[in-house]
């Protein structure tokens, strides 16, 4: 089973600053069933990415995902208040099928 | 629009079952997986498990084999989840979410999710 990794843990900015949120897989995932969610309080999660670098029905492009292999990046260019958050990166094997997410990373207001 | 409604909260005894429904609408039920996905309080997202609503095929995460069964009826459009024997540990929220492979069948990901099931376990 693949196993991912996020870092940080927590990410502590402020609104306008740039966000770098790191993916790492056990082994080589491929880039098109790499995804990122984001989740708030009390809500289900929300795609963002998908295909390690294609945004999502209405995703504003401050952000964008990249990355192959075992290492992906999620960027946020410039932090808006609503993008406090977790965000999981979460990829799909398909042999044998499974889906793994990752620890997660924290967003939150410095 | 696109959504999916899952059935309400349930609190359970442990040793019990329960059964979550996942009602879709506003797309063609037979042509996207059903994921369903949990998330205990303060802990991240776990994938239990999918299922193909056109042919019933189903897939198990090695954690909820013989546990859990994923079942479907087109006819109202909704999805399943049962899981049994519970315990204290299956305290959660359970989404379910669709899976879509996008244009050409390149990819993979669920992109619209329901707004969760609360089970509570306890005695």
């Known amino acids: 089973e693949i196993v991912l990794t996020q870092s940080p843990g927590t990410l502590s900015l402020s609104p306008g600053e740039r966000a770098t949120l790191s993916c790492r897989a056990s082994?080589?995932?491929?880039?098109?069933?790499l995804a990122w969610y984001q989740q708030k309080p009390g809500q289900a999660p929300r795609l963002l990415i998908y295909g390690a670098s294609s945004r999502a029905t209405g995703i504003p492009d401050r952000f964008s995902g990249s990355g192959s292999g075992t290492d992906f990046t999620l960027t946020i260019s410039r932090l808006e208040p609503e993008d406090f958050a977790v965000y999981y990166c979460q990829q799909y094997g398909s042999s044998p099928r499974g889906i793994t997410f990752g620890p997660g990373t924290k967003v939150d207001i410095k | 629009q696109v959504q999916l409604v899952q059935s309400g909260a349930e609190v359970k005894k442990p040793g019990a079952s329960v059964k979550v429904s996942c009602k879709a609408s506003g797309y063609t039920f037979t042509s996207y997986d059903i994921n369903w996905v949990r998330q205990a309080t303060g802990q991240g997202l776990e994938w239990m498990g999918w299922m193909n609503p056109n042919s019933g095929n189903t897939g198990y995460a090695q954690k909820f084999q013989g546990r859990v069964t994923m079942t479907r009826n087109t006819s109202i459009s909704t999805a399943y989840m049962e899981l049994s024997s519970l315990r204290s540990e299956d305290t959660a929220v359970y989404y379910c979410a669709r899976g879509d492979y996008g244009e050409r069948g390149y990819y993979y990901y669920m992109d619209v999710w329901g707004k969760g099931t609360t089970v509570t376990v306890s005695s």
């Open positions: 082994q080589s995932v491929s880039s098109s069933y």
